[in-house]
């Protein structure tokens, strides 16, 4: 077997936990604390990805054979792994929740390959001293979620957490996945996740709300230096500002990259937030079928609608906010937290000009644009017209003589098709007389078009119907779903059927649209 090197730096250098009882507790003046997964009764890999692998030096039949299999659902450790839970806060739906931290997933360590670092994380591996009244376990159907979502999302260019296996731990769990009080069994499972950092804005919370302002220190330290190197070479008292910076340029860069893709992350708590900008903890999330900033896919924030498609920007930056009042316990000038929160601002106005740019085939973003896509949103909310569908066709329209027939596959209804077409034929005239003062030919514009507005995304159905395959015995459809995700922006040939809208059946179905966070 192939001699992994692990470099386990988060327990090294931070302060561990020093009671070593596996029962849920409050952790104090520690940042993890040491655990083992749960013995899985009968493992089984039933999906894996090839580009994860390959960014780990994992050989792909290695990790088929029985001691990496017996490491991703818990079973047994590879040479330098070393298990922990780590510990952290958050704000759920707008409320301090105290300690939180890893309920149910466990850090294996750091692995390190071709210069980076990949934290190897099992989600379900069994209970920690976080896991409150959890079992620390994971069902199948979120746990193929999670995987697809997050190998689709790397595909799609969008900053995310990957997955490196999903496993079947042939163990049953119970859940009430609607909390309705009709609990049943379903199959437990395990995702191994990777990423350079697993580290939340919650880490740094809980620290600051409990005054242990010395491990916060501590915590800011290690994560400049090993999550942030680059800033090494500033001078000490300008690493923090440029740090909380950065935190927030790659924060509005990835609400943009959602926005682009029509990604809803669902609960974006303060603890689901990545100090590295990525997406991470796949939960109750979904994809924009039919266009409606107002969407959400979580039933728990279906009357608030906090977490909704349209106001993921403006939440990112509320947790930015909490984020700098934590680190604020610690750095005095406040300034650099203010003005890091106007970074956010900028980046994100300016990031999302130029990608709505690029998903109309502008080249840039000009002021007048706004008007365009204010109106193009109201239309394609009132009309119901799939956002992913729509972009695409655009890039088909003849702009010396457009016609919104081209774009009749992304209606949903033909009466609202039939209703809304002079509203939309007139938005499609402005639109062509916009598009045409770009110098670019038909084939360029739709060439580069194409390139922002994927083709195939993970839409809900797509994986409920996976998951309808999975839980029959079926894992085949992971597998063979994962493969056309691979290439989003290209059409694949014989692949249509998952290019197309969500169908009537899937409009109301618990899973293709209605989500909990149970998991
Ligand atoms: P999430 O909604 O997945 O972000 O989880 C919020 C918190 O609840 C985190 O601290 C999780 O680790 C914890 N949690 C969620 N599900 C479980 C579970 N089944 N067992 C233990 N802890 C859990
Ligand atoms: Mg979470």
Request: charged content about 20%; proline content about 5%.
């Given at each position: 077997?192939?001699?992994?090197?692990?470099?386990?730096?988060?327990?090294?250098?931070?302060?561990?936990?020093?009671?070593?009882?596996?029962?849920?507790?409050?952790?104090?003046?520690?940042?993890?604390?040491?655990?083992?997964?749960?013995?899985?009764?009968?493992?089984?890999?039933?999906?894996?990805s090839?580009?994860a692998?390959?960014a780990l030096?994992?050989?792909?039949?290695?990790?088929?054979?029985?001691?990496?299999?017996?490491?991703?659902?818990?079973?047994?450790?590879?040479?330098?792994?070393?298990?922990?839970?780590?510990?952290?806060?958050?704000?759920?739906?707008?409320?301090?929740?105290?300690?939180?931290?890893?309920?149910?997933?466990?850090?294996l360590?750091?692995l390190?390959?071709?210069?980076?670092?990949w934290e190897l994380q099992?989600?379900?591996?069994?209970?920690?001293?976080?896991?409150?009244?959890?079992?620390?376990?994971?069902?199948?159907?979120?746990?193929?979620?999670?995987?697809?979502?997050s190998?689709?999302?790397?595909?799609?260019?969008?900053?995310?957490t990957r997955a490196l296996s999903?496993?079947?731990?042939?163990?049953?769990?119970?859940?009430?996945?609607?909390?309705?009080?009709?609990?049943?069994?379903?199959?437990?499972?395990?995702v191994c996740r990777v990423s350079p950092?697993f580290?939340?804005?919650?880490?740094?919370?809980?620290?600051?709300?409990?005054?242990?302002?010395?491990?916060?220190?501590?915590?800011?330290?290690?994560?400049?230096?090993?999550?942030?190197?680059?800033?090494?070479?500033?001078?000490?008292?300008?690493?923090?500002?440029?740090?909380?910076?950065?935190?927030?340029?790659?924060?509005?860069?990835?609400?943009?990259?959602?926005?682009?893709?029509?990604?809803?992350?669902?609960?974006?708590?303060?603890?689901?937030?990545?100090?590295?900008?990525?997406?991470?903890?796949?939960?109750?999330?979904?994809?924009?079928?039919?266009?409606?900033?107002?969407?959400?896919?979580?039933?728990?924030?279906?009357?608030?609608?906090?977490?909704?498609?349209?106001?993921?920007?403006?939440?990112?930056?509320?947790?930015?906010?909490?984020?700098?009042?934590?680190?604020?316990?610690?750095?005095?000038?406040?300034?650099?937290?203010?003005?890091?929160?106007?970074?956010?601002?900028?980046?994100?106005?300016?990031?999302?000009?130029?990608?709505?740019?690029?998903?109309?085939?502008?080249?840039?973003?000009?002021?007048?644009?706004?008007?365009?896509?204010?109106?193009?949103?109201?239309?394609?909310?009132?009309?119901?017209?799939?956002?992913?569908?729509?972009?695409?066709?655009?890039?088909?329209?003849?702009?010396?003589?457009?016609?919104?027939?081209?774009?009749?596959?992304?209606?949903?209804?033909?009466?609202?098709?039939?209703?809304?077409?002079?509203?939309?034929?007139?938005?499609?005239?402005?639109?062509?007389?916009?598009?045409?003062?770009?110098?670019?030919?038909?084939?360029?514009?739709?060439?580069?078009?194409?390139?922002?507005?994927?083709?195939?995304?993970?839409?809900?159905?797509?994986?409920?119907?996976?998951?309808?395959?999975?839980?029959?015995?079926?894992?085949?459809?992971?597998?063979?779903?994962?493969?056309?995700?691979?290439?989003?922006?290209?059409?694949?040939?014989?692949?249509?059927?998952?290019?197309?809208?969500?169908?009537?059946?899937?409009?109301?179905?618990?899973?293709?649209?209605?989500?909990?966070?149970?998991?």
């Open positions: 077997m192939t001699n992994y090197r692990f470099d386990n730096r988060f327990i090294r250098d931070l302060p561990g936990d020093q009671e070593s009882e596996n029962q849920p507790r409050q952790v104090w003046g520690a940042l993890w604390s040491p655990v083992m997964p749960a013995l899985p009764p009968a493992p089984k890999l039933i999906a894996f090839s580009e692998c390959a030096g994992i050989d792909e039949n290695e990790l088929k054979q029985s001691h990496w299999l017996q490491a991703l659902s818990g079973g047994d450790l590879i040479h330098g792994m070393q298990p922990y839970a780590t510990n952290y806060g958050g704000h759920q739906f707008g409320q301090w929740a105290g300690q939180l931290g890893d309920g149910r997933a466990i850090g360590g750091e390190l390959y071709q210069n980076q670092r099992l989600k379900g591996a069994g209970g920690t001293p976080y896991s409150r009244r959890g079992d620390g376990k994971a069902v199948l159907r979120s746990s193929i979620r999670e995987f697809l979502c190998e689709a999302m790397f595909h799609l260019g969008v900053p995310t999903l496993v079947l731990t042939g163990e049953q769990v119970w859940r009430d996945m609607f909390y309705d009080g009709h609990p049943k069994q379903e199959p437990g499972a395990i950092s580290t939340r804005f919650g880490h740094f919370q809980l620290p600051a709300m409990r005054g242990e302002l010395d491990l916060l220190n501590r915590l800011i330290n290690f994560t400049i230096e090993r999550d942030f190197p680059h800033l090494q070479s500033l001078p000490t008292d300008q690493q923090r500002a440029a740090w909380f910076h950065e935190v927030c340029s790659t924060t509005a860069t990835l609400m943009v990259e959602w926005m682009r893709v029509g990604f809803v992350h669902g609960v974006m708590n303060t603890d689901n937030m990545s100090i590295l900008g990525l997406t991470i903890d796949y939960g109750p999330y979904g994809w924009i079928d039919n266009f409606d900033l107002y969407w959400t896919p979580n039933t728990t924030d279906a009357e608030g609608l906090r977490y909704c498609f349209g106001r993921q920007p403006a939440i990112a930056r509320w947790n930015l906010h909490r984020f700098a009042e934590a680190l604020g316990t610690v750095m005095t000038d406040h300034e650099i937290l203010t003005a890091g929160l106007s970074r956010f601002d900028e980046v994100f106005a300016e990031k999302m000009g130029q990608m709505l740019a690029a998903k109309l085939g502008f080249s840039q973003w000009h002021d007048d644009d706004s008007l365009l896509v204010d109106r193009l949103f109201e239309l394609m909310t009132k009309a119901e017209v799939d956002m992913t569908i729509f972009y695409r066709r655009l890039a088909d329209i003849d702009l010396k003589n457009p016609h919104l027939s081209v774009l009749a596959d992304a209606f949903y209804s033909e009466s609202l098709y039939q209703q809304y077409l002079p509203e939309f034929e007139a938005w499609l005239n402005e639109y062509s007389e916009r598009a045409s003062t770009e110098s670019v030919d038909a084939h360029l514009r739709k060439e580069k078009m194409n390139q922002v507005n994927p083709c195939y995304v993970l839409r809900n159905y797509l994986s409920q119907q996976v998951i309808d395959a999975a839980e029959q015995g079926n894992y085949q459809p992971i597998s063979d779903l994962l493969e056309v995700m691979r290439h989003p922006y290209q059409e694949q040939a014989g692949k249509e059927q998952f290019a197309q809208k969500r169908p009537d059946w899937a409009k109301r179905k618990a899973g293709c649209s209605m989500l909990s966070c149970s998991s």
